[in-house]
């Protein structure tokens, strides 16, 4: 009896550590965890890879100059000699100053085309440029073909907007100014475009700045052919060539007109403080 009573102690005891064991190794991996999850706390100042992006932007800048023909400060060399992180900024500081009117992000734009296109063909090189081909292909067919119809004359022109009661004529109307107009603004963006490229100061957002320009140089266009025309000219003198010259300008001077417009309508809010 005293055999069994003393095997059972053992076991229970046996168990016991066991379970203590198991409950110290539970305890220990816990705190590893816990110890692992904690994250270290960021060091204040520049991080490692805005350094990084710096030192290529000045080695981008540098190549840059020296591919154009651009003098460079010669203290740069000695500022990134030493990568200290002022001495960076301040080379960087001195080098934008060099290359002017291109930046950073001109450079890298055109470099990345330059290292994109070397396998493609012209047209693909640049997308910019191809697009604004076509825009000006498509408004010189549309001149042409809405000048080639016998409802595209003075007598049509000169009833305008107001007084064209047939919706077929005035649309062809329409398309003859705003293809005008839509000439007008292509040509200025390729010449802009074109400089842009010359003097490296092309980015991605011009894209976008582009088409919106495209869209004002089109409604700036019909405003001066069809509504400023009147009010500036005698109806019985009003012509195809003075249409068609007022829809010309208005394309091609969309974003002065625009500018003028907002300063004018800056000038009368002026004239109404707000409290």
């Known amino acids: 009896m005293s055999t069994a009573e003393n095997t059972n102690n053992t076991s229970s005891q046996t168990a016991t550590k066991i379970t203590t064991k198991k409950s110290a190794a539970r305890k220990t ?12 706390k960021k060091q204040p100042g520049i991080s490692k ?3 990084n992006e710096m030192s290529e932007e000045i080695n981008n800048m540098i190549s ?15 500022l990134v000699q030493n990568s200290n992180v002022n001495d960076l900024i301040n080379a960087h500081n001195l080098l934008c100053d060099n290359v002017a ?15 994109d296109g070397k396998e493609k063909s012209l047209m693909k090189k640049l997308p910019l440029v191809r697009n604004l081909i076509v825009l000006a292909l498509l408004f010189l067919f549309t001149f042409i073909g809405t000048g080639l119809s016998t409802h595209v004359n003075n007598d049509s022109l000169d009833k305008g907007i107001m007084s064209q009661q047939d919706p077929w004529i005035l649309l062809l109307n329409l398309s003859f100014l705003a293809s005008i107009a839509g000439l007008g603004v292509v040509f200025y963006l390729l010449k802009s475009v074109s400089t842009s490229v010359k003097s490296g100061t092309l980015i991605p957002e011009d894209a976008i700045y582009y ?8 409604i700036s266009g019909l ?12 109806p019985n003198r009003i012509n195809l060539f003075n249409k068609s010259l007022l829809a010309l300008i208005g394309g091609f001077s969309s974003d002065a007109i625009f500018s003028v417009l ?14």
Not at 64 to 78: P, R
Not at 223 to 234: A, C, F, K, R, V
């Open 29 to 40: 991996t816990a705190k590893k965890n816990t110890a692992t999850t904690i994250t270290p």
């Open 64 to 78: 840059f100059a020296i591919f154009n023909g651009i003098k460079i400060n010669t203290d740069i060399n000695a």
């Open 101 to 115: 009117p291109a930046t950073p992000k001109s450079i890298q734009y055109t470099k990345k085309l330059h290292q």
């Open 223 to 234: 405003i001066m052919s069809e509504i400023i025309s009147l009010y500036t000219t005698d």
């Open 49 to 51: 890879s805005v350094i």
């Open 211 to 218: 088409v919106a320009l495209i869209v004002l140089g089109l």
């Open 262 to 275: 907002q300063g004018l309508i800056n000038k009368i809010k002026g004239l109404f403080p707000t409290s």
